[in-house]
């Protein structure tokens, strides 16, 4: 195959339609290296050559079978590229230009658009929209796992790399980064508020990082693992609760002398964070909850004062669209946000399988990997 970038000309090979590599999902526990068809756009889209993409935690749940994909599906949704070509009615940008698009793809005219909330961009069915409608890469069309990658709503989902920026400076912004930060927004965390952050994977680190960007005078991170603890810190941690040392809760009504904290975010998805956090809670507390959960949750009659002890629980869907985007790139063009230190591994495109056996299986001090076709 012989791939001109940048001039939105792809040629034919012998059989037809060019061909691209691929992590296609093939069924719970395997997911592979493969050939797919380099795919065709439609006058809203936009066809981006993947120069470096990651692999998410959410990705894994898919391998494991804990979140239903098609068999066939391309995975992946964080990519970084290049405009290898646009549709006919794309205005704005250019073949051959940087860009990144959000993990998560809003049409930008659909109810949930208009309701502020793009995430939930879902498509409207006798039984309602779809819950998470807003993230299609990876879910309901192909990911960024592959060589290409077709971005639907290109206008209002593409954001252009400003050209002193690396891809791996900007990698975290489609998902990792506009998920940490949105824990922070959605937690309404103000100027002097003292924030309680449970886990420091990617998405803990960067809720750490966005609670000081949004004003927290006193972040604790929860963690146990040495390196992490040392990565939140430099984020922005200004108290580490070792919860194989101590009892979390115990440890953070300590350090806050039984005052509790305004905003407690979950980044881990497990009920024991999300019960811990809810405990950690003062009188009118907000509970952010980010993390991916794969069985029912439970609230406690006595941290939930039965109904009546004026907090709240908000979730939040990874924010997602161009204004979102370039908001992000912005922070890291400023210099207030370095994410280069979370990609701890890197992989090209043809060693996904191992990347993924890495991931998934959290070893050798992995945080996120780079894949690069």
């Known amino acids: 195959m012989n791939v001109q ?11 037809g339609a060019a061909r691209m590599k691929a992590a296609i999902f093939v069924e719970p526990g395997r997911i592979v290296l493969d050939e797919k068809p380099i795919p065709d756009i439609g006058p809203l889209d936009a066809l981006m050559r993947i120069t470096t993409t990651t692999i998410c935690g959410t990705d894994t749940h898919i391998l494991k079978g804990e979140y239903p994909v098609a068999r066939g599906l391309t995975i992946g949704h964080e990519p970084v590229g290049i405009i290898e070509k646009l549709g006919s009615a794309v205005e704005g940008f250019r073949e051959g230009q940087r860009v990144i698009a959000g993990a998560i793809t809003p049409s930008g005219y659909s109810n949930a658009c208009m309701c502020g909330c793009s995430s939930q961009d879902g498509p409207g069915t006798k039984h309602g929209f779809k819950p998470m409608g807003g993230w299609r890469f990876g879910n309901t069309i192909d990911g960024a796992q592959a060589e290409y990658l077709v971005v639907p709503d290109a206008m209002t989902n593409l954001a252009p790399v400003p050209d002193q920026l690396t891809d791996e400076q900007v990698l975290m912004c489609p998902d990792i980064m ?5 824990g922070a927004e959605s937690g309404g965390v103000r100027i002097g508020d003292t ?3 449970f886990a420091q994977g990617p998405i803990g680190l960067c809720a750490t990082a ?3 960007l949004m004003g927290a005078t006193r972040i604790i991170a929860v963690e146990s693992i040495p390196a992490r603890q040392e990565m ?3 984020m922005g941690a200004d108290e580490i609760v070792d919860f194989s040392k101590e009892d979390p809760v115990e440890g953070i009504m300590r350090i806050t002398d039984g005052r509790g904290v305004d905003v407690a975010i979950e980044a881990l998805g497990r009920q024991a964070t999300f019960e811990a956090a809810l405990r950690v809670l003062r009188p009118g507390g907000t509970l952010s909850s980010l993390g991916v959960y794969s069985d029912d949750l439970r609230i406690p009659l ?13 979730t939040t869907l990874c924010p997602g669209g161009k204004e979102r ?9 400023s210099g207030r946000m370095d994410a280069r230190a979370l990609v701890t591994h890197r992989f090209k495109l043809a060693e996904i399988e191992a990347a993924y056996d890495l991931f998934s299986n959290q070893r050798d001090g992995v945080l996120k990997v780079a894949i690069t076709p």
């Not at 970038?5 to 059989?15: H, I």
């Not at 985007?325 to 063009?333: E, F, P, T, W, Y």
């Open 232 to 234: 939140a810190r430099s």
């Open 195 to 197: 924030v309680a952050v």
């Open 325 to 333: 985007m370039r908001r992000l790139l912005d922070v890291v063009a």
């Open 5 to 15: 970038a940048g001039t939105g000309f792809v040629e034919r090979n012998r059989a």
């Open 178 to 182: 506009s998920t940490g930060f949105s």
């Open 302 to 314: 006595g941290p939930f004062v039965s109904g009546l002890g004026d907090n709240k629980i908000v």
């Open 210 to 212: 966005g609670a000081r």
